[in-house]
């Protein structure tokens, strides 16, 4: 176990380039402009020979409403009371703010252990307000750049005696086992299902997260484009560990201008990268917008599995008949995906989430489907009886030897004479037919057509004698 960190402080004192420092990667979105982190982003901290969990949290602001910046705050204010210790940052070329005396005040009566740091201290401009962060009654404050490391030993010794502390409270609290080593089990943590959550805006990504969580983890409300990184949160849904990431909704590339949406749009893209399993939420009120499309285009083209999810049908009147049109509507528009999970969902209730985990459990599952060399070639004797393939010119394509390359996605390899003259037609039959007799709907599945001159490396080399031979006999 590591202990947990939680970096705090207002809007724009460069909590999120710290973040990034920690965790040794560009994982949060920096900008200038003040309220970018939103959510609270966790990522796996490193200092030295120190561990532990850090969290990215909203900038705090003086709102206790239910405005935006109000949920903002009480998000943040949740993740300190769960911290272990907290990094009150300030910045020091601004100096200490009547805000900054307010959360000072919280801090002390909330968070278990307080370290204050002043950042943005690579200058001489920082001095005074370095200075002024003693008043705020938190102690001896670390002169902080993250941007440029300066201060970061400093941040260690500061840390170092709170994780030996952490240690020592778990190992006291850990229960007593036989000192039999046959006696003691350690089990091998499972690798999570890595699952990412994309659509429009507004499509209630966050909402349908926050009720798997059981818990107001993710920023949520009525505001469009309220997730702005990619906030990857871990669970255990019902036995199966997975990692889910709530991304930014997507907009149309012309309609996104600012350069804050641009990152946010990039993050949501790495993140759909990295899954396994992509789950593209639509509204049942206006399903299979472009939009939509080219979000569940983008997934196959990345080779991810695929389940579309239509969320608030609990809104929905005609639920029966719109399931059945959209079934109809998903082969038609999404032919790519032909067969894939479609499942109907209400993020506000939790009514079809048991159907969810099922559908993305199946997606996996056929995503990593590994066919045999004697049975693909069985198949594709009789898909070619059934159907020959073209015959450019007069002379027909012989398909002579089939094999399955690789898994997630399932890609295959055909040899074959003349594969740059095989039509897109022909490829795309035997595709829709490994789908239907090898049962893998849905899933992104990759063919190659080769030639068996193209596997030989030797293939248009003449022979000749070695050049350090040459010169003894000459």
């Known amino acids: 176990?590591?202990?947990?960190?939680?970096?705090?402080?207002?809007?724009?004192?460069?909590?999120?380039?710290?973040?990034?420092?920690?965790?040794g990667k560009r994982l949060a979105l920096v900008d200038d402009r003040p309220g970018v982190t939103r959510d609270l982003?966790?990522?796996?901290?490193?200092?030295?020979?120190?561990?532990?969990?850090?969290?990215?949290?909203?900038?705090?602001?003086?709102?206790?409403?239910?405005?935006?910046?109000?949920?903002?705050?009480?998000?943040?204010?949740r993740a300190v009371e769960m911290a272990d210790v907290c990094l009150f940052v300030i910045d020091a070329r601004t100096g200490v703010t009547p805000v900054d005396e307010v959360f000072a005040e919280i801090l002390r009566k909330r968070?278990?252990?307080?370290?204050?740091?002043?950042?943005?201290?690579?200058?001489?401009?920082?001095?005074?307000?370095?200075?002024?962060?003693?008043?705020?009654?938190l102690g001896e404050p670390i002169a902080l750049s993250a941007e440029h490391g300066i201060g970061i030993p400093e941040l260690y010794t500061a840390l170092e005696p709170v994780a030996e502390r952490f240690d020592e409270e778990v190992a006291e609290s850990a229960p007593e086992v036989?000192?039999?080593?046959?006696?003691?089990?350690?089990?091998?943590?499972?690798?999570?299902?890595?699952?990412?959550?994309?659509?429009?805006?507004?499509?209630?990504?966050?909402?349908?997260?926050?009720?798997?969580?059981?818990?107001?983890?993710?920023?949520?409300?009525?505001?469009?484009?309220?997730?702005?990184?990619?906030?990857?949160?871990?669970?255990?849904?019902?036995?199966?560990?997975?990692?889910?990431?709530d991304t930014a909704g997507m907009r149309k590339r012309a309609k996104v201008q600012e350069k804050l949406e641009k990152l946010s749009v990039s993050?949501?893209?790495?993140?759909?990268?990295?899954?396994?399993?992509?789950?593209?939420?639509?509204?049942?009120?206006?399903?299979?917008e472009t939009q939509d499309l080219r979000i569940a285009d983008l997934a196959e083209r990345e080779g991810r599995a695929v389940v579309i999810a239509v969320n608030k049908w609990d809104q929905e009147p005609e639920k029966q008949a719109k399931l059945k049109a959209m079934r109809d509507a998903v082969d038609t528009l999404l032919p790519q995906?032909?067969?894939?999970?479609?499942?109907?969902?209400?993020?506000?209730?939790?009514?079809?989430?048991?159907?969810?985990?099922?559908?993305?459990?199946?997606?996996?599952?056929?995503?990593?489907?590994?066919v045999t060399t004697a049975k693909l070639n069985e198949w594709l004797g009789a898909m070619v009886e059934a159907h020959p393939p073209p015959a450019p010119g007069g002379r027909r394509i012989k398909l002579r030897y089939m094999t399955q390359a690789k898994t997630r996605p399932p890609g295959f390899v055909v040899m074959c004479s003349n594969p740059g003259e095989m039509?897109?037609?022909?490829?795309?039959?035997?595709v829709n037919g490994l789908r239907a007799d090898f049962d893998m709907p849905g899933t992104p599945i990759r063919l190659?057509?080769?030639?068996?001159?193209?596997?030989?490396?030797?293939?248009?080399?003449?022979?000749s004698t070695p050049s350090r031979l040459r010169k003894h006999l000459k």
Not at 5 to 22: D, E, H, M, Q
Not at 114 to 125: D, F, H, S, T, Y
Not at 448 to 463: G, H
Request: proline share 4%; aromatic share 6%.
């Open 178 to 245: 036989d000192a039999d080593p046959d006696a003691v089990r350690v089990p091998t943590p499972e690798r999570p299902l890595q699952i990412a959550v994309v659509g429009r805006p507004n499509a209630g990504k966050s909402t349908l997260i926050n009720n798997l969580l059981g818990e107001e983890r993710l920023l949520t409300g009525p505001e469009a484009g309220i997730t702005r990184d990619a906030i990857s949160v871990r669970m255990d849904w019902d036995g199966l560990p997975v990692r889910i990431f």
């Open 1 to 23: 176990m590591s202990f947990t960190l939680a970096i705090v402080g207002r809007p724009n004192v460069g909590k999120s380039t710290l973040f990034n420092r920690l965790v």
């Open 111 to 137: 968070a278990k252990h307080v370290i204050l740091a002043a950042n943005k201290c690579e200058g001489r401009a920082a001095e005074g307000g370095l200075i002024e962060a003693y008043a705020l009654g």
């Open 267 to 288: 993050d949501g893209l790495r993140a759909v990268k990295f899954a396994e399993v992509v789950v593209v939420l639509l509204d049942a009120a206006i399903p299979f």
């Open 448 to 463: 190659w057509m080769r030639s068996q001159k193209e596997q030989n490396p030797y293939r248009n080399k003449t022979k």
């Open 423 to 430: 039509s897109d037609a022909y490829t795309r039959y035997l």
């Open 41 to 77: 982003r966790e990522g796996e901290g490193r200092l030295g020979a120190l561990r532990f969990n850090v969290v990215d949290t909203a900038g705090l602001e003086d709102r206790t409403d239910d405005s935006l910046e109000g949920r903002m705050r009480r998000l943040t204010e």
């Open 337 to 370: 995906l032909k067969g894939v999970q479609l499942v109907a969902v209400s993020g506000m209730t939790g009514k079809g989430l048991d159907r969810l985990r099922e559908s993305i459990l199946k997606a996996q599952d056929v995503w990593n489907r590994r």
